[in-house]
């Protein structure tokens, strides 16, 4: 490979006068740019000829690692395969070439995909209804505990603040409840990594508006005294609500609803198999319990008869809202992602959906027990979907969890989550989906225990790991403290490698 197209900044390839388009010439007049409006001096924009740039990024594109490249096990992130039907399905121009503004009679087949996705999200969790407006778990949260808010104020039960999250719980929840605007209250996890039941028990009361949980929970635990909790927190006249990022293992098992949870959001980009990484699209819908979907945010989707409609709330020049009327977008969410998800669900089907929990189960316990001798495992005992270690278990040599990290990907792999959850100084969170076979599995496995013997007995290969990518260790706090944001400062000021 040419290592100067490859390595090289598209800055550093430019040559003056080169060029890699040619404009048409324009049908209409033409107009000057006033003045006031013009640069002083040209942008400093690379020049290439069309071939360097087509090189240069095909090259440079080789560096973005994802699920079809190879295993990624990062934990409570279920990177999941992307089938490509999912993908002509979303592409499709019928689908495409739609305007939001459409006259709702122009688009009566994207709003039944719509209502069919609705309809399925709520049999395969026990919910009532749903939302697909929120664009992203953490705006489903956030669109959850709006709902949940205005259910308590529409009783007058103004006094409740208070979110309870467990100390386990994802960085989110507080996150969500804060710009929310209620408070955000600890609960304590027990040596076995589930919610302490009797540390909850003095946090109810009337001031608590609801509970944020997450089942199975970042540890890959499952909370088994789920319904001493969803008893005790609606008995204080509170609601549960479900964090759904960890919904994979449950699919096919049993359902959030089932359990007591009020409120739920899913992470389609997760467990759904939608694309997820590199900051979108996401898309986070949110289900409600019987008796509270009219807090559910608008625009909706409704049917009446063999037609649907587009239900966008009041009518601000004719009438006022609602007193608790929520509208957390414009439209009705990533319209091309709740297409992939439904192509997905439709694909499987219920007989076949029934297997992702289970399969996903067995294939975390397989590489969890396979490693365990090699790395600290603080809570034994079956796990689901994902389990957590608390790095090396003879490690005379210091190597870090980040360490083991970094030599992953020298072997091809990506690296899984660390140091999350907070439970743990050490923490390694893998996460193997349903999809991955056993000869995946099995090779990761011999490699995860080749880096355990390299850390006793070459450490320096591990602590300066990663050597076989295009940059290799970083200094993390420097990066981050001293960030290069444009050309010119990273010729005055370059970064360490």
């Known amino acids: 490979m040419n290592n100067k197209l490859y390595g090289n900044l598209i800055f550093e390839l430019s040559k003056p006068g080169r060029r890699a388009y040619s404009l048409p010439r324009t049908g209409f007049r033409h107009y000057d740019v006033p003045a006031d409006e013009r640069r002083a001096t040209d942008a400093a924009l690379p ?11 095909t090259n440079h594109s080789g560096n973005n690692f994802g699920v079809l490249n190879g295993f990624y096990p990062l934990g409570s992130c279920t990177m999941k395969y992307n089938p490509p039907i999912n993908e002509e ?13 459409q006259p709702d009679t122009t688009v009566q087949g ?41 259910y308590h104020e529409d009783r ?39 919610v302490d039941v009797e540390d909850l028990k003095p946090l109810l009361g009337p001031d608590v508006a609801a509970m944020m949980m997450t089942n199975p929970n970042t540890l890959g635990l499952f909370e088994h005294d789920i319904p001493k909790i969803a008893q005790l927190v609606h008995g204080c006249g509170a609601l549960l609500y479900y964090d759904g990022a960890n919904l994979n293992p449950l699919l096919g098992i049993c359902r959030p609803g089932d359990m007591g949870f009020d409120v739920m959001h899913v992470n389609l980009h997760k467990t759904f198999s939608t694309p997820h990484g590199g900051g979108g699209p996401g898309s986070g819908p949110v289900g409600v319990r019987k008796g509270l979907e009219k807090y559910l945010p608008y625009p909706r989707v409704e049917r009446e008869g063999n037609a649907f409609i587009m239900n966008r709330g009041h009518d601000a ?3 006022s809202p609602t007193a608790h009327e929520i509208h957390v977008g414009a439209f009705t969410g990533n319209f091309a992602i709740l297409l992939r998800a439904l192509a997905y669900i439709r694909t499987l089907g219920k007989e076949y959906i029934k297997q992702v929990g289970p399969l996903a189960t067995l294939n975390a316990n397989y590489v969890k027990e396979s490693l365990k001798d090699d790395f600290v495992l603080p809570i034994a005992g079956p796990c689901k979907h994902e389990f957590v270690f608390n790095g090396l278990k003879d490690n005379p040599t210091d190597v870090t969890t980040l360490d083991v990290a970094k030599r992953l990907l020298d072997y091809g792999y990506h690296a899984p989550t660390i140091y999350f959850p907070l439970l743990f100084h050490e923490a390694m969170m893998i996460e193997p989906t349903e999809n991955e076979s056993l000869e995946t599995l099995d090779e990761f496995i011999g490699v995860m225990r080749k880096i355990a013997k390299e850390a006793k007995e070459n450490p320096d290969a591990v602590k300066s790991a990663p ?31």
């Open 47 to 57: 020049e290439c000829d069309e071939m360097t740039v087509a090189r240069h990024y």
């Open 89 to 101: 399905i979303a592409a499709m121009p019928a689908f495409t070439q739609l305007h939001p503004m």
């Open 110 to 150: 994207a709003m039944e995909a719509e209502w069919e996705l609705r309809h399925d999200l709520a049999a395969i969790t026990g919910m009532a209804d749903f939302t697909l407006n929120p664009c992203a778990g953490a705006h489903g949260e956030l669109t959850g505990l709006m709902i949940i808010r205005a």
């Open 156 to 194: 007058d039960d103004t006094a409740r603040r208070k979110v309870i999250v467990p100390d386990s719980a994802h960085g989110t929840n507080p996150a969500s409840a804060a710009v929310c605007g209620l408070e955000v209250v600890e609960v304590k996890s027990t040596a076995d990594g589930r």
């Open 317 to 319: 020049a004719s009438s």
């Open 467 to 497: 050597h076989n990518t295009p940059i290799t260790r970083v200094d993390d706090v420097f990066a981050a403290r001293h960030p290069v944001l444009t050309y010119a400062q990273s010729v005055a000021n370059p970064q360490k490698d």
